[in-house]
C-alpha cells in the first residue's frame, strides 16, 4: 500500500488567475489535491476564470484506493462545504460576482450537496449524484460527467438523479464516456485515466462555465 503524500500549501487553497474575476472552485475526489486536479484549475484559469483549490484533506493525498477510502470515511463533511463557504465569501468580498464549483467523485457529491444553498451559478459534478435523503432543489444549471462503467448504490443512480433534477426544474446536461471508468479524468491515477474522454469533459466543462459565468 502506497504511502500517504503530502502536498504543496497543506490546508489551504491554491488560487490561480486574476482575483476578481468569476471565480471557479475545483473540488479534488477522494485520492485529494494530487497534481492532476491543480493541472485541470490551471487549464480554467487560462481561459479567464479565477480558480480556487481548496486541500479537504489537510496536506495529504494518495494515489492508492484504500487509502483514499479511508481519507473520504474520515472527512467531515460540515467542515468540507463550510470551507467552500468561506472560498465563494472571500471570492464575493474580492469582487467576484459569478461562482461555479466543479467537482470529482467525492467532490462532484459536495459540490452539488454544497449548490442546494444558492451560493452557486453553475455547477459540474464528475462521475457524482446524489441520493434522494441528500438531494433537494439545485437552482442553478447543472452539467454532468459518468464513466460507461462504474457502481452506484440503488438509490444513487444517475438516471434517478436527473430525473429528480428535472422535476424540480433544474436545467440539466449530462455526458457519458464511452470506454471509461470511475476516475477517467483524475491523469493522476494512470490506471483509469483516459486522456481522450478527460480532453472532452474538460473542454464541455469549461464552455458550460463559461456561458453561465463569462457571458
Known amino acids: 500500500m502506497s504511502e500517504l503524500i503530502p502536498i504543496p500549501s497543506p490546508g489551504v487553497p491554491i488560487y490561480l488567475g486574476t482575483p476578481g474575476e468569476p471565480l471557479v472552485v475545483v473540488v ?3 485520492y485529494g489535491r494530487l497534481p492532476a486536479v491543480e493541472q485541470f484549475a490551471e487549464s480554467l484559469a487560462a481561459e479567464g476564470f479565477w480558480v480556487a483549490v481548496p ?5 495529504v493525498a494518495t494515489t492508492d484506493e484504500a487509502q483514499a477510502e479511508k481519507l473520504m470515511e474520515a472527512l467531515d463533511v460540515g467542515i468540507a462545504l463550510a470551507e467552500l463557504d468561506d472560498v465563494i465569501a472571500n471570492a464575493h468580498a474580492r ?19 454544497h449548490a442546494q444553498g444558492g451560493s ?3 455547477v459540474v459534478a464528475y462521475y457524482a449524484s446524489l441520493g434522494p435523503k441528500d438531494h433537494g432543489v439545485i437552482p442553478a444549471p447543472v452539467q ?3 464513466a460507461e462503467t462504474d457502481e452506484w448504490g440503488a438509490s444513487e443512480q444517475p438516471e434517478d438523479f436527473v430525473d429528480r433534477l428535472n422535476e424540480h426544474g433544474t436545467p440539466v446536461s449530462q455526458h457519458v464516456y464511452l470506454g471509461t471508468e470511475h476516475s477517467f479524468a483524475n491523469a493522476s491515477i494512470q490506471r483509469k485515466h483516459n486522456a481522450r474522454a478527460a480532453e472532452l469533459a474538460r473542454a464541455r466543462t469549461t464552455q458550460f462555465l463559461s456561458r453561465h459565468l463569462l457571458d
Do not use: E, I, P, R
Open 55 to 59: 486541500d479537504l484533506y489537510n496536506g
Open 28 to 30: 479534488h475526489d477522494w
Open 120 to 122: 452557486a451559478d453553475a
Open 95 to 113: 469582487g467576484s460576482a459569478k461562482v461555479g464549483v466543479v467537482g470529482f467523485s467525492l467532490g462532484g457529491w459536495l459540490a452539488l450537496l
Open 144 to 146: 454532468l460527467h459518468y
